[in-house]
Structure formats: C-alpha cells, structure tokens
T-cell receptor, first 109, second 113 residues
Framework: KNEVEQSPQNLTAQEGEFITINCSYS?????LHWLQQHPGGGIVSLFM???GKKKHGRLIATINIQEKHSSLHITASHPRDSAVYIC???????????FGQGTRLTINP | SQTIHQWPATLVQPVGSPLSLECTVEGTSNPNLYWYRQAAGRGLQLLFYSVGIGQISSEVPQNLSASRPQDRQFILSSKKLLLSDSGFYLC????????????FGDGTRLSIL
C-alpha cells in the first residue's frame, strides 16, 4: 500500500463544475503539498499546508491532520484547469517529499 | 527572485551511453536540492537530495549517481544507461529551513533506445 493515496485517479467534468480531489496518507507528516503538472511535464506548487485551510483564487486546499486526509477543491472549473494534480507529503523529521500517484483532471468546455 | 534551470528539456540516448543532466539555481544560497524521476504511468519518486556541497543522499539503489560540485549546481549522471532509466527527471530546490515549499524545474524527458 502506498503511503500517499489519491482519488480519483481520473476525473472528467464540464466547465463550471465544482471539483474535489482527495488525498489520504498513512504516515506522520509535517506538511502536505498540492502540485499541478501540465501536459509538458512542468510542475507548479499550488499549496503547502500543515493545518486548516488555504485559498488561492478558485483553488481551496484543506487538511485534517487527525484523519490524515486532505482535499483540493476547484470552484467554477475551467478547461485551463486540466492537468495532473499531485498530493505530496513531507515525512516528519525528513525534508523529502513522498508523492501520490496523481489525479488526471480534464475539464471539457 | 529565485529561478531554477534544468537542461536539456529532452534527450534521446542509446542503451549503454553515459548521461549528464544539469540543474542550477539562482537567487538563493545554501538551498536543499533534489532529483526526482517520474517513470511512465507512475508517480514521482525521489532519487537524490543534497543539503550542501558534496553531500548527497540516495533514496533508491539504481544505475544513477548525483553530484553537487557547487552550492547551486546539482548534476545527475550515469556511466551506462539502461532502458529502465527512461522517464521524466525533475530537479527541485527548497530553502534550508523546516517545512519550506519545493520549487521545481521544467524537467528533462529522457528516452533510452
């Protein structure tokens, strides 16, 4: 079993829909990242959080440390949101990231 | 502002040939540096990380090695490439302090023939 599990693996939605991507982890962490990977491969860091909730534009990330679960939400989704979204955790006491398998999101116009 | 440069963007190499991928960071000092690989259809995996010049930690045994000859330069190498070395290689950096976000390069897509 992977230390970081994401669901769903693939998600297709219509423009304007509210999107939720989930991440569960089984290890103690000091922080969690949400990353966005576009078709060319480049990765952009969206959020890093260790508690509560963060919002940036139409993106919202939440984390529940007790339940070892995080969600990434996209409001009013747009075709340009189409990408692979990756959850990654920082293992407690280490500086390295452990990644989920990613969620491939496709937003159709 | 800080920037990270990684090259080449794509590379096609025959089996058994050597490899050298370079990553440099500008605008910061004493960064932590990382090499990741993403094999086809799989998630990202940490290969090496470095907290200082000449200090390299390897996460998985493999056909690759890493070096940090200068503070802001991180090199991924192989003496003889295998087919299984194909993949997308990403370099990243972060500040030394605890719980700092990592910043990624644009990646190198390596195909072994």
């Amino acid at each position: 079993k992977n230390e970081v599990e994401q669901s769903p693996q693939n998600l297709t939605a219509q423009e304007g829909e509210f999107i939720t991507i989930n991440c569960s982890y089984s290890v103690g962490i000091s922080a969690l990242h949400w990353l966005q990977q576009h078709p060319g491969g480049g990765i952009v860091s969206l959020f890093m959080l260790s508690s509560g909730k963060k919002k940036h534009g139409r993106l919202i990330a939440t984390i529940n440390i007790q339940e070892k679960h995080s969600s990434l939400h996209i409001t009013a989704s747009h075709p340009r949101d189409s990408a692979v979204y990756i959850c990654a955790v920082v293992i407690q006491g280490a500086q390295k990231l452990v990644f989920g398998q990613g969620t491939r999101l496709t937003i159709n116009p | 502002s800080q920037t990270i440069h990684q090259w080449p963007a794509t590379l096609v190499q025959p089996v058994g040939s050597p490899l050298s991928l370079e990553c440099t960071v500008e605008g910061t000092s004493n960064p932590n540096l990382y090499w990741y690989r993403q094999a086809a259809g799989r998630g990202l995996q940490l290969l090496f990380y470095s907290v200082g010049i000449g200090q390299i930690s390897s996460e998985v045994p493999q056909n690759l090695s890493a070096s940090r000859p200068q503070d802001r330069q991180f090199i991924l190498s192989s003496k003889k490439l295998l087919l299984s070395d194909s993949g997308f290689y990403l370099c990243a950096w972060s500040r030394r302090r605890v719980n700092q976000p990592q910043h990624f390069g644009d990646g190198t897509r390596l195909s072994i023939l």
